[in-house]
């Protein structure tokens, strides 16, 4: 069953032992989050601060910090199942005969549920702010070098100017004043492309901030989707049940009806501001920047809103494993445009862009050196600044396996490839912002056609009898 919007994952999460409620008053500069740095790091539960000094609202966060509640928050036993689900559907042959076509019917019955549905009302217009206010918000300033406070989790919806259709992205937001914010959509977002469509047109652009969902609306957000795919889809997929979406009261824009707070507003394609710094997911401040500003014109909420908020920091944080689902969520998807992977690790102090483990069953000479360009090549993925491949037997969720091999098998100056491209926004160190180098180190066994005329070492293992003779003679060994 989907959760019927945040405050139902706050009571799953409860009931399971996953939340804790916190009663002490407690300040939302830098205080919190040297709390929930110390739960995160514990690998503790989501906390529920209750009285948050200055607003009236409780402040509910890391509820996604962790692989259980992150399965929860899309109502699954296990990420990979929903992998699994997404494989099947797209290995599904077309069907032929009437019983084939027949079988078909559920799937195609829950994909006809995907679409999100317009309602006319939803409890996140039950109040009507009379003067917009952002002080109303406990709005976190996280770390001591943050150029202020900044909404961590927001639910950001945008129209392109030129087909009209939605686009939801998590960008933060800067809080310069209670009625205006900077927007950071990266140059590379599906956000900032519509605002570059606003712009050319001289047009003033239209945007809603959704806070607090259903939990699985929040997690498309953050998701890679294709240009133009509308998220609300996904998370309907997700949900396996629509978004409910409202119209915003000033604003020819739909949020979902469930949300907590939802904040209306524009940005003008002419203002800039600086944004920043901001301590990041990567460990370090992101530097300041310019980027444009969102001026808040209506402010609605449920009666009783709670409001959602992460942190981010050295890893592993809560984003840390909405980004683990989605790497188990979109692998079948890569699998479509790069057949050979078997299995992709974007370990968590990889911070999404920095590492990505990938093995391969590979079949022709060179075939690692094609998958790194594809890697380079696909989506978000673009963005992978170090990625590692090995042959298909290797576990890449095991770091140690992945560095061992890459120690024995690779001969530098064959198997590194060193390539500029575009890098994520967040990368420091390239010498340029957003753009620089990349390496791919190629960790697979080296073929005759690949240059490596030498014999290839067999890897060390025991003989199966002697294994099966150990196991059964175990106790006898007296060793337990
Ligand atoms: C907690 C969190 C914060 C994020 N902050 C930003 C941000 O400030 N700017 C940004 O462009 N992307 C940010 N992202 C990543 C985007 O949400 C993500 O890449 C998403 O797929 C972008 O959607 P889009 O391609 O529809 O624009 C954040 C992700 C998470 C999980």
Aim: glycine share 6%; proline share 7%; net charge negative.
């Amino acid at each position: 069953m989907p959760y019927d919007g945040l405050r139902d994952f706050v009571s799953t999460l409860e009931r399971a032992g996953e939340l804790k409620r916190v009663r002490a008053a407690v300040s939302a500069e830098l205080e919190i989050t040297q709390v929930v740095d110390r739960i995160c790091k514990a690998n503790g539960p989501a906390l529920l601060f209750e009285n948050v000094r200055d607003s009236s609202m409780p402040l509910l966060i890391n509820a996604f910090g962790s692989y259980r509640r992150m399965a929860m928050a899309l109502g699954v036993e296990s990420i990979d199942s929903i992998g699994r689900e997404i494989e099947e559907i797209l290995q599904t042959p077309m069907p032929t005969g009437i019983v084939d076509k027949l079988k078909m019917i559920p799937k195609i019955a829950r994909f006809a549920k995907f679409p999100p549905k317009a309602v006319s009302s939803g409890p996140c217009q039950e109040v009507v702010m009379e003067k917009p206010s952002l002080s109303a918000l406990p709005i976190l300033k996280c770390w001591p070098q943050d150029g202020g406070k900044f909404i961590t989790l927001p639910m950001v919806f945008t129209k392109s100017l030129e087909t009209g259709r939605r686009n939801c992205g998590m960008y933060r937001m800067h809080v310069y004043d209670d009625q205006t914010t900077g927007m950071h959509w990266h140059i590379h977002h599906d956000g900032a492309r519509h605002f570059r469509e606003h712009k050319n047109a001289g047009k003033r652009m239209e945007v809603a901030v959704a806070l607090g969902s259903d939990p699985a609306v929040t997690y498309s957000a953050t998701a890679p989707m294709p240009a133009d795919v509308d998220e609300m889809l996904l998370a309907g997929f997700l949900r396996n049940k629509p978004v409910e979406m409202v119209t915003c009261k000033t604003i020819n824009m739909e949020v979902p009806a469930d949300a907590e707070i939802v904040l209306e507003g524009y940005v003008d394609p002419h203002e800039e501001r600086i944004e920043g710094p901001f301590g990041d997911h990567t460990g370090y401040y992101s530097l300041a920047d310019t980027y444009p500003v969102f001026h808040v014109q209506c402010i609605t909420h449920r009666k009783d809103p709670i409001y959602p908020a992460t942190i981010v920091g050295k890893p592993p944080m809560e984003d840390c494993y909405m980004g683990k689902a989605t790497e188990r969520i979109f692998l079948p998807l890569i699998r479509t445009q790069i057949p050979e992977l078997v299995d992709m690790n974007l370990p968590l102090f990889g911070v999404f862009h920095n590492y990505a483990f990938v093995s391969i069953d590979k079949r022709y000479p060179y075939q690692a050196k094609k998958v790194m360009h594809a890697i380079w090549g696909l989506g978000q993925m673009m963005f992978t600044k170090i990625i590692i491949i090995v042959d298909k037997n290797v576990n890449v969720q095991d770091v140690d396996e992945v560095l061992w091999r890459v120690g024995n098998n690779v001969d530098p100056r064959r198997d590194i490839t060193i390539v500029d491209g575009p890098l994520d926004v967040l990368d420091h160190a390239s010498p340029l912002p957003r753009a620089g180098s990349k390496i791919g180190i190629d960790a697979t066994k080296k073929w005759p056609e690949e240059g490596h005329t030498r014999e290839w070492p067999d890897e060390i293992t025991m003989a199966d009898d002697i294994i099966e003779l150990v196991n059964r003679r175990w106790r006898e060994y007296g060793l337990e």
